[in-house]
């Protein structure tokens, strides 16, 4: 039973990895996304059902588009199967419980925010205003011990990125500061300076890949936006144990 749970999450997440896609690429844009129909950004032919089925129509079309040959987008078969795997794993770690819904709702930013930062280094306000209120409701309905820590973890996510904006002088953005106090609500006080820390060496050690390889110059910007996305995903599911393993190392 638990194998065909861990199975239908994957294949949910496929499905919503796609609208996700979506999403992440309109909103910034201010492009509707609930009533329009996705279509090729080349040559803006209208997408058959049968060229929108996740990963598979990019495996068949050879990441191809059928009407004018240019190529598809690694990110969107990316972004869909991330998802998939995020939602199995949601359910794996949590059960059909009610913490399992938050899951569901942090990754389901995460990947949203990925796409979007990834595509134009940008956080948009419209989707965290829109995920502030679930999260509230869900640490109300599933709360912490103690349960003011999601409010200092909010608060506590905005003030470490508000300081080293004020420090780098905008080295870094509002949206990721935004982020980072919806993350504190969700993950609670301890937990945010883990998600901080391990975007830090994240970010140092793939920039440094990046500026070793010559993929980008040091004057170029880079989104820390992913940096974020991937510390949250491994404190979500890991962060218990590097919790545990970080104090024990103390004692």
Same mark, same amino acid.
């Given at each position: ?11 949910? *997440? ?48 050879? *990441? ?19 998802? @998939? ?7 794996? %770690? ?31 306000? %419209? ?42 002088? @905008?080295?870094?953005?509002? *949206?990721?500061? %935004?982020?980072? @106090? ?36 040091? %004057?170029?910007?880079?989104?820390? @936006? ?12 890991? *962060? ?12």
């Amino acid at each position: 039973m638990d194998t065909i749970l861990i199975l239908l999450f994957f294949l949910l *997440g496929l499905i919503f990895g796609s609208f996700f896609n979506v999403v992440g690429m309109r909103v910034p844009q201010r492009q509707p996304f609930t009533n329009d129909r996705s279509m090729c950004p080349q040559c803006t032919h209208q997408l058959k059902w049968y060229e929108l089925i996740p990963v598979l129509s990019y495996i068949l079309q050879h *990441g191809k588009c059928r009407n004018c040959r240019e190529n598809i987008s690694l990110l969107y078969p990316s972004t869909e199967l991330i998802t @998939g795997v995020l939602f199995a794993f949601c359910y794996i %770690k949590n059960g059909l419980t009610p913490e399992l819904a938050t899951a569901l709702l942090l990754m389901s930013l995460l990947v949203i925010i990925l796409v979007s930062d990834i595509r134009y280094m940008l956080i948009p306000n %419209k989707i965290l205003l829109f995920f502030l209120p679930l999260f509230i409701i869900m640490r109300v309905i599933q709360p912490f011990e103690p349960w003011w820590s999601s409010i200092t973890g909010g608060l506590a996510g905005v003030l470490i990125l508000a300081a080293i904006i004020l420090i780098s002088r @905008g080295g870094m953005g509002a *949206g990721d500061m %935004k982020l980072f @106090g919806l993350l504190g609500i969700v993950l609670g006080l301890e937990k945010i300076f883990v998600v901080f820390f391990l975007s830090c060496v994240i970010g140092a050690v793939i920039g440094s890949g990046l500026l070793i390889f010559k993929v980008i110059d040091r %004057k170029q910007p880079v989104p820390f @936006g992913p940096h974020i996305v991937a510390a949250a995903v491994i404190t979500y599911f890991n *962060g218990d144990v590097l919790l545990n393993w970080y104090f024990n190392g103390l004692m």
